[in-house]
C-alpha cells in the first residue's frame, strides 16, 4: 500500500503521469489506477488504497469537475472527511461545491520541474499529511 493516493479523471492521464513521476523523483510512495493488476476487482482496489492512503491529491481539471467527474469528486469527499486532502489544479477552475474553501496548489504553469515553487508547495503539504 502506498502512502499517497492521487485521485484524477482519466483524460488528464498524460498530464498526472507527469506529477505522478516528479513526486516518484522526490522519493514519495504514489499510487493511481494505472497501476491496477489485471484480474482484480478494480473498485476494490481502488477503495483500499484510498482507505489506506496518509495523504490523497486531488487533481482539478476541466474534466474532473465536470458531469463525468462524479468518481474524482467521491474520492475527494472521503479525503476530505478523512483530512488527508490536498488538492491542486491542472486547470484554471473552480473546485467543486464543497471544496472551494481548502487551500489548493496552482499547478497550472508547472512544467514538471522539481525545483518549481509551487511543486515545492505541494512537497511541503504532502510532507505535512505524511507527518500527520
Known amino acids: 500500500m502506498s502512502e ?5 479523471k482519466h483524460e488528464d492521464e498524460t498530464r498526472v503521469v507527469r506529477l505522478v513521476k516528479s ?5 514519495l ?5 494505472r497501476t491496477l493488476p489485471g484480474g ?7 477503495q483500499n488504497e484510498l482507505d489506506g492512503a496518509k495523504c490523497v491529491i486531488v487533481v482539478w ?3 474532473s469537475i465536470g458531469p463525468a467527474g462524479d468518481f474524482v469528486r467521491d474520492e475527494a469527499g472521503r479525503a476530505k472527511r478523512r483530512g488527508v486532502l490536498v488538492p491542486v489544479f491542472l486547470d484554471k ?10 487551500q489548493a496548489i496552482d499547478l497550472t504553469r508547472w512544467k514538471g520541474s522539481a525545483r518549481d515553487p509551487f511543486f515545492k508547495d505541494l ?3 504532502v510532507t ?3 507527518e500527520g
Open 4 to 8: 499517497i493516493f492521487v485521485s484524477y
Open 23 to 27: 513526486l516518484e523523483g522526490a522519493g
Open 29 to 33: 510512495s504514489v499510487w493511481w489506477d
Open 40 to 46: 482484480e476487482n478494480w473498485r476494490t482496489q481502488i
Open 61 to 63: 481539471t476541466r474534466e
Open 93 to 102: 477552475v473552480n473546485p467543486p461545491l464543497g471544496f472551494g474553501e481548502i
Open 123 to 125: 512537497l511541503a503539504a
Open 128 to 130: 505535512a499529511k505524511l
